[in-house]
């Protein structure tokens, strides 16, 4: 947690919260002189100056060069979560019809016991009886503008045949972060969001693989790397369509998962697993529903996506013999369709690349396989696999233990874990040959193998 970005988040807001009061209170006072045949005449106040100021709010509002419509409506988002008190204003009860003011809009929550402020509590502040202001205002909450385009905020309806600006104004919860903690938010596993942060402790020198395989992940760190260059500033953007799309296939145990979780820790990209058992549904709709959740949410972030197991999710369509089969080639048209809009970063992963259906591989930019290690690569993993601390028994030769068994580096850090336990239950440091190939005859047992 920085304190610094905390700190000045809360300086800036603090003077946009006071600036925000004025122009409440200015407005509550031409609006009911107005009803009582007064004039109340007062220029809006100027909004705090941003310029050199450290603030992550700050910056992105310059970032966006926001004018003060579009300020006040950050900060009508941002209220209920920092200073939900300033809105209590707008419970004021119209006396006539003994109810709220329609024109002060909002709505109150399940929980919260607060004023949740509506588009029309902006239309309010923004463009009083101007029918022209209050067109420019849902021009803020259209499809085009920044809000939406870089999941900034929303406007979320209670139902959708209710008028537009009835519906509440929501930050996302990643600018909820940045305008308050001042750094990104890192979403919970949850059923809204089903996909769980991954990391390794691992760094490239600890990835064993062949020398073809290492080239074609470095075309991925190459486009992490140059891809905005490319599309923006040598104008590939009008010939291809933006973010990159790998699957990784091959046995398990090879560094898929590894690689995912390295390309991440190298360029500062947080990977996402995505959960299958949460995302595949039996009910019709629920899948693309489910899985639309997750594409939404990360559409505008620097994330990886991880889908283990893909081909649970993206199989091949079959020939239509019943509607259950209708509905599951419709599954896979929307994931095709969803795989090819999406502007990030996404990486497949499956044992059996046979599995995937053809018409994704046209989508990928890579298709990268994970072979099987050769004796010179196991004796590299055999020499990584043990901890600094211990000593090997002076007959146990990894040499010929590579030589002699094919296993992938997942089953060998399985094997060296067993071992490295025998020898701690033995109360020494010394792992013994005879724990080893226990550990390799428990690991060719588990596919019905034997040594």
């Given at each position: 947690?920085?304190?610094?970005?905390?700190?000045?988040?809360?300086?800036?807001?603090?003077?946009?919260?006071?600036?925000?009061?004025?122009?409440?209170?200015?407005?509550?006072?031409?609006?009911?002189?107005?009803?009582?045949?007064?004039?109340?005449?007062?220029?809006?106040?100027?909004?705090?100056?941003?310029?050199?100021?450290?603030?992550?709010?700050?910056?992105?509002?310059?970032?966006?060069?926001?004018?003060?419509?579009?300020?006040?409506?950050?900060?009508?988002?941002?209220?209920?979560?920092?200073?939900?008190?300033?809105?209590?204003?707008?419970?004021?009860?119209?006396?006539?019809?003994?109810?709220?003011?329609?024109?002060?809009?909002?709505?109150?929550?399940?929980?919260?016991?607060?004023?949740?402020?509506?588009?029309?509590?902006?239309?309010?502040?923004?463009?009083?009886?101007?029918?022209?202001?209050?067109?420019?205002?849902?021009?803020?909450?259209?499809?085009?503008?920044?809000?939406?385009?870089?999941?900034?905020?929303?406007?979320?309806?209670?139902?959708?045949?209710?008028?537009?600006?009835?519906?509440?104004?929501?930050?996302?919860?990643?600018?909820?972060?940045?305008?308050?903690?001042?750094?990104?938010?890192?979403?919970?596993?949850?059923?809204?969001?089903p996909a769980k942060r991954i990391q390794t402790n691992q760094e490239w020198s600890d990835l064993v693989l062949d020398d073809h395989t290492m080239e074609e992940v470095e075309e991925i760190r190459a486009w992490i790397e140059h891809g905005d260059t490319l599309m923006n500033d040598w104008g590939m953007h009008r010939k291809i369509k933006p973010g990159y799309r790998s699957l990784f296939y091959g046995p398990p145990g090879t560094g898929k998962s590894m690689t995912a979780c390295l390309l991440g820790k190298s360029f500062g990209m947080d990977v996402y697993r995505i959960d299958l058992s949460m995302i595949v549904s039996k009910f019709i709709g629920e899948t693309e529903k489910n899985l639309a959740q997750v594409f939404d949410r990360a559409a505008n972030q620097q994330w990886i996506l991880f889908f283990d197991e893909a081909d649970a999710l993206f199989g091949k369509r079959t020939q239509t013999s019943s509607s259950n089969d209708r509905y599951a080639n419709q599954e896979v048209a929307y994931l095709l369709q969803r795989i090819e809009d999406f502007p990030g970063m996404i990486v497949l992963a499956t044992n059996l690349k046979a599995n995937i259906d053809e018409a994704f591989g046209r989508r990928f930019q890579s298709m990268i396989y994970f072979a099987m290690p050769g004796p010179e690569q196991r004796l590299r993993l055999w020499q990584q696999a043990f901890p600094p601390n211990v000593q090997l028994e002076d007959k146990l030769n990894l040499e010929e233990i590579a030589k002699k068994h094919e296993m992938a580096g997942g089953a060998i850090i399985n094997i060296s874990r067993y071992s490295c336990l025998m020898a701690l239950k033995r109360g020494s440091t010394v792992v013994l040959q005879k724990d080893v190939m226990a550990g390799i005859r428990k690991e060719f047992g588990k596919e019905g193998k034997t040594v």
């Amino acid at each position: 947690m920085d304190l610094r970005m905390i700190k000045e988040n809360a300086d800036i807001l603090h003077r946009e919260l006071v600036w925000f009061q004025q122009l409440t209170e200015l407005r509550m006072k031409q609006y009911f002189a107005a009803q009582g045949s007064e004039t109340v005449v007062a220029e809006i106040p100027e909004p705090p100056a941003l310029n050199a100021h450290d603030a992550v709010y700050a910056k992105i509002l310059q970032h966006y060069n926001m004018n003060m419509m579009e300020r006040v409506v950050v900060l009508l988002a941002l209220l209920p979560h920092i200073c939900p008190q300033l809105l209590d204003v707008f419970f004021t009860k119209n006396a006539t019809y003994d109810r709220g003011f329609t024109e002060f809009g909002g709505i109150k929550g399940q929980h919260h016991g607060g004023f949740l402020p509506t588009g029309e509590t902006a239309a309010f502040l923004l463009s009083a009886n101007s029918l022209e202001q209050r067109f420019r205002l849902i021009e803020l909450f259209s499809p085009d503008h920044f809000f939406a385009k870089h999941s900034i905020l929303k406007l979320t309806p209670a139902h959708a045949d209710e008028p537009l600006l009835s519906g509440t104004i929501n930050l996302y919860p990643e600018y909820l972060s940045y305008f308050t903690m001042g750094t990104a938010h890192k979403p919970d596993y949850s059923i809204s969001f089903p996909a769980k942060r991954i990391q390794t402790n691992q760094e490239w020198s600890d990835l064993v693989l062949d020398d073809h395989t290492m080239e074609e992940v470095e075309e991925i760190r190459a486009w992490i790397e140059h891809g905005d260059t490319l599309m923006n500033d040598w104008g590939m953007h009008r010939k291809i369509k933006p973010g990159y799309r790998s699957l990784f296939y091959g046995p398990p145990g090879t560094g898929k998962s590894m690689t995912a979780c390295l390309l991440g820790k190298s360029f500062g990209m947080d990977v996402y697993r995505i959960d299958l058992s949460m995302i595949v549904s039996k009910f019709i709709g629920e899948t693309e529903k489910n899985l639309a959740q997750v594409f939404d949410r990360a559409a505008n972030q620097q994330w990886i996506l991880f889908f283990d197991e893909a081909d649970a999710l993206f199989g091949k369509r079959t020939q239509t013999s019943s509607s259950n089969d209708r509905y599951a080639n419709q599954e896979v048209a929307y994931l095709l369709q969803r795989i090819e809009d999406f502007p990030g970063m996404i990486v497949l992963a499956t044992n059996l690349k046979a599995n995937i259906d053809e018409a994704f591989g046209r989508r990928f930019q890579s298709m990268i396989y994970f072979a099987m290690p050769g004796p010179e690569q196991r004796l590299r993993l055999w020499q990584q696999a043990f901890p600094p601390n211990v000593q090997l028994e002076d007959k146990l030769n990894l040499e010929e233990i590579a030589k002699k068994h094919e296993m992938a580096g997942g089953a060998i850090i399985n094997i060296s874990r067993y071992s490295c336990l025998m020898a701690l239950k033995r109360g020494s440091t010394v792992v013994l040959q005879k724990d080893v190939m226990a550990g390799i005859r428990k690991e060719f047992g588990k596919e019905g193998k034997t040594v």
